[in-house]
């Protein structure tokens, strides 16, 4: 009985300390500025596709999560030193930042792509670039993917805080193109009134090298707590069909890519 006693003591104890664990919120770092994946409504307040993914593992995980904004080249300082517990924000998952932090499974899959004047002629090789100015997001895969790659083909490569500042100076004339997530291309920026007249150009850029295994959320290394119970609610919001409410009010097709991959 002595026994019993004590297991339940420790039952207790126990689930009172995830309860309390629970309690405490989860600060989770996002950049909104990175349309549909986040971006600000007309009255300030956020939104998008990463931001409704987001709130969707908060609520199926039962957590209390606030959202700390904040520009993307920020976002791994900032949860190495504790200012926020996970980056929820369009990150890719790539062996130099896995050097730096731990990742969950991917939430999402796709390509990088180049824009440029409609009608721009571009092949595999890329030599079209050489004498072009590339704008692209400073601290982003294509960031690092622009100064390696395209750099050497005798583009210019041009650094920015954010993509939207980006969109400005390719449709003022300023820069030739950009380099930066397909889907965020398209619904940023082809899509709009300042995109008219651009294109898609040349080929799909997939190397894992740059574009890693997906897009997953960031936590501290050694945080296996908080990775496998986010693990856990995305594998709950893809059976119970909440991602696929929250993906068809942005897209059109699966964002998710082959389960395979």
């Known amino acids: 009985m002595k026994k019993l006693a004590l297991l339940g003591a420790l039952a207790l104890s126990v689930m009172s300390l995830v309860s309390h664990a629970d309690e405490k919120p989860l600060k989770i770092g996002i950049e909104a500025a990175y349309p549909p994946f986040a971006f600000k409504q007309p009255d300030g307040s956020l939104a998008g596709f990463d931001y409704d993914i987001g709130n969707a593992l908060c609520e199926q995980m039962k957590a209390k999560c606030t959202w700390v904004e904040q520009e993307f080249d920020g976002l791994i300082p900032a949860l190495k030193v504790r200012k926020i517990d996970a980056i929820l924000s369009s990150m890719s998952i790539t062996e130099d930042r896995k050097k730096s932090v731990d990742f969950t499974k991917r939430y999402y899959l796709t390509p990088a792509r180049l824009v440029m004047k409609d009608g721009t002629t571009v092949g595999d090789s890329l030599d079209e670039l050489k004498g072009k100015k590339i704008g692209v997001q400073r601290g982003s895969i294509h960031d690092r993917f622009a100064k390696e790659v395209l750099a050497p083909k005798g583009a210019t490569v041009v650094p920015y805080g954010t993509q ?12 030739d193109g950009t380099v930066a997530d397909a889907t965020l291309l398209e619904d940023g920026f082809l899509k709009t009134e300042a995109g008219k007249g651009y294109a898609f150009v040349g080929p799909a850029f997939t190397d894992v090298k740059y574009f890693g295994d997906g897009v997953g959320i960031a936590v501290r290394k050694g945080d296996d707590a908080n990775r496998e119970r986010i693990n856990a ?9 909440t991602y696929k409410k929250i993906e068809a009010k942005y897209f059109n097709f699966d964002i998710y890519g082959p389960e395979s991959q």
Do not use: Q, S
Not at 167 to 175: E, F, S
Not at 233 to 241: E, F, Q, S, V, Y
């Open 164 to 175: 939207n500042e980006v969109y400005l100076d390719v449709a003022a004339g300023r820069l």
């Open 233 to 241: 609610a995305i594998d709950a919001i893809r059976a119970d069909g």
